[in-house]
């Protein structure tokens, strides 16, 4: 039962009357590599697998040249070339890239590298398994190179924001012996074109370093290397010092003592030994009581290029973390968080080695139900840069509640930021395109665990889906990816796709209305949880997350005039329209003003009426979602269909406590009835 939700996606459901295809799909499969251990040779397994599941039909795998008319040959450009010829006109590859034509009686898979090759195969298959036999011919690259998971694993085998069990691959502080969920994932995440897995937690622990958990990443990485997945970890700045088992110890982690600079080269060393491919360094300092370079009067450049240094002869990147802020007194409201990043980066553009990224969470301050795109993107135009996004519901639900993410992150990708007063979109920036870098992309924050849905609920994983999807080519449709992604996961009755189409499609917008519109952020528990309605510990806390609720105005003024000033790290058309609160958007004004609650929106109404009106209308939409779901019944197997129908049924009702909750908050502070007299009534009486 478990293995719906494990399969995800690649399930390879029968087709329904799927042996009439027979005579129109390859009997032979070529797959040009002989090691077991390479991405080719497991794209010809997994050809054999899916055309046996999705049609019934059994091929043989052959790992040299083979004259079949009715093939479907796999493998890089290059050995292809060499096995078979050259092809009429060479396809423009880059790395990663692949070509695949269905066109002629060989359907031909070839990739620039092998893991292109690999991709090919899963996108030959996703047609297959979609009851799509097209005849297509195409070459597909990647828009970024970087196309990574973030895992907040930790050593213990807890996991930091994780909804769905324990870790897959740490538990009492070392690398677990049995890894089959990891290969499993790595096959999941290499069909949707990630390249690698930062297996632990940005606020990360030293003994990760100890030379038994070395060994243990590279059996990480010898699971998933077949399917072309790295392995990338995050540091502990302070390790040096910090007493690691089997590692010198340091009575400094300055990032230019001379010892500091061995220690980290020496360390590296040991990784590449076991991990020849490492993909890099993933590093949150100076951020949340994260030790840094500043500790030491060091800028965070130095910081970064101490291990950009070490990495640089062996290949690897650093991604080092934006994410860096210090605690804050609301008595100094202008002291504001969302300024922090750019306080901290700008003035070190052009500072950092080349092999370090620059990775920025896609709005100012942390994951919220909305935010404006990271004017950070516009202030570093010499330096590397990347997305991150959560795909673990931190903030959004927590896997409890159905928010389908590709609609908020393209609110992010396709902004314009103007740079220079030239179209500058976040994921032109992000490509390396806009500033001509050839290193960026990005990084998702996963969190899978052992649960049988990897993520803590089958509807949540369209949003992992969706994450690599977009990192290959963030041009794609928020609702085609759904779509894809629900035929191949559920299946192609058209009730099926329209019904989760409709609930997927409503309920980020939902959630924003029922936790917090207007750009007020997610109202939620900001002291620890994250879950569930508290918006009374949005202000007066350290974490800058303030609204600046009192009894007649609320909203953070970040205005150049009169505020914070944050708008003015935009380039100046943006920073002019949100300076503006005429030409500021309703779903970001309190973001950047602070008004009456009595204030007309653009849309004609008051921010107080507004908030309640909006607070009843997404928690009446998440109702139907609940009915919706009760549709699919005996149209998607039992075990899935009860899974989440729970889930929709609670969401309903939590969605009730969160309208309640910040109608009522606001309703007591403002002392504003609501016109229609729903807010503060007992709801039978
Ligand atoms: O969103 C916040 C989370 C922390 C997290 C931090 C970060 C890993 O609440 O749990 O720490 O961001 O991104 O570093």
Redesign the pocket.
């Known amino acids: 039962a478990a293995e719906n939700g494990l399969a995800a996606w690649l399930r390879y459901a029968p087709l329904q009357g799927g042996e009439g295809y027979h005579s129109t799909l390859p009997s032979h499969i070529v797959a040009l590599n002989t090691s077991s251990a390479s991405p080719v040779y497991v794209a010809g397994q997994e050809l054999q697998q899916g055309i046996q599941s999705i049609y019934g039909k059994q091929c043989n795998v052959h790992h040299s040249y083979y004259s079949a008319s009715s093939s479907v040959v796999v493998g890089t450009l290059d050995e292809y070339t060499k096995a078979y010829g050259s092809l009429s006109t060479t396809p423009d590859l880059i790395e990663d890239g692949y070509w695949l034509s269905t066109e002629g009686n060989t359907v031909q898979i070839l990739g620039k590298n092998e893991r292109g090759a690999l991709y090919g195969t899963f996108a030959y298959l996703s047609m297959l398994a979609q009851g799509n036999l097209t005849k297509v011919a195409y070459s597909s690259n990647p828009n970024a190179p970087v196309r990574w998971t973030n895992e907040?694993d930790n050593l213990d085998g807890s996991i930091?924001?994780g909804f769905a069990g324990n870790s897959n691959w740490f538990a009492n502080g070392v690398i677990v012996s049995n890894l089959t969920r990891t290969a499993e994932y790595a096959r999941l995440l290499a069909s949707i074109g990630i390249n690698a897995v930062v297996v632990n937690?940005?606020?990360a622990n030293a003994s990760l370093l100890t030379p038994q958990n070395i060994e243990g990443l590279g059996r990480i990485a010898d699971v998933m290397r077949p399917y072309g997945v790295q392995v990338g970890i995050s540091l502990y700045f302070s390790s040096p010092t910090s007493g690691v088992k089997g590692q010198a110890n340091l009575t400094t982690f300055d990032p230019l003592d001379e010892s500091v600079v061995a220690w980290w080269t020496n360390v590296t060393g040991q990784i590449y030994q076991q991990v020849p491919d490492m993909a890099g360094y993933l590093v949150?300092a100076n951020?949340?009581g994260q030790p840094g370079p500043l500790t030491y009067n060091r800028t965070l450049a130095q910081g970064a290029n101490l291990f950009a240094k070490a990495l640089q002869p062996h290949g690897g990147i650093v991604m080092f973390?934006a994410?860096v802020y210090n605690n804050l007194n609301e008595s100094d409201w202008y002291a504001d968080r969302a300024n922090a990043q750019i306080q901290f980066f700008k003035p070190l553009d052009g500072e950092f080695d080349s092999n370090v990224i620059i990775q920025i969470k896609y709005g100012p301050i942390?994951?919220q139900v909305r935010e404006p795109a990271s004017p950070l993107f516009a202030n570093i135009p010499k330096s590397n840069a990347a997305i991150e996004l959560q795909v673990t519901q931190?903030y959004l639900g927590q896997q409890c509640h159905l928010v389908y993410l590709a609609p908020l992150w393209k609110t992010i990708l396709d902004f314009d930021l103007r740079v220079d007063n030239e179209s500058s979109l976040v994921r032109n920036v992000v490509s390396g395109q806009r500033f001509n870098h050839s290193l960026g992309g990005y990084a998702g924050v996963v969190n899978v665990g052992t649960n049988d849905t990897w993520i803590g609920s089958h509807m949540a994983m369209s949003n992992l889906y969706a994450y690599g999807r977009l990192a290959w080519d963030p041009t794609l449709d928020s609702q085609y990816i759904l779509q894809e992604w629900i035929r191949l996961t559920f299946n192609a009755d058209q009730s099926v796709v329209n019904t989760m189409t409709q609930i997927s499609m409503e309920s980020w917008p939902a959630y924003e209305n029922y936790s917090g519109n207007l750009g007020e952020q997610t109202l939620t528990d900001i002291l620890y949880t994250?879950f569930g309605p508290n918006p009374q510990t949005q202000d007066n806390t350290v974490w800058g997350q303030w609204t600046r609720a009192d009894h007649t105005t609320i909203g953070m003024d970040r205005t150049v005039s009169n505020g914070t000033g944050f708008a003015g790290n935009y380039p100046p058309e943006i920073a002019a329209m949100y300076e503006n609160i005429a030409t500021t958007p309703d779903n970001l004004l309190l973001w950047f003003h602070h008004v009456n609650y009595t204030h007309l929106l653009h849309s004609g109404e008051t921010v107080i009426q507004d908030f309640y009106d909006q607070h009843y209308a997404g928690a009446a939409t998440a109702q139907t979602f609940a009915t919706m779901w009760e549709s699919l019944k005996g149209k998607i197997d039992d075990e899935r269909y009860y899974d989440q129908l729970f889930r929709q049924v609670y969401q309903a009702g939590h969605s009730l406590v969160w309208r309640d909750a910040i109608s009522n908050f606001y309703n007591n502070i403002s002392g504003i009835p609501d016109a229609a007299h729903r807010v503060g009534k007992h709801p039978y009486r």
């Open positions: 907040w930091e924001r937690n940005v606020n949150k951020s949340e973390r994410f942390d994951f931190e994250h």
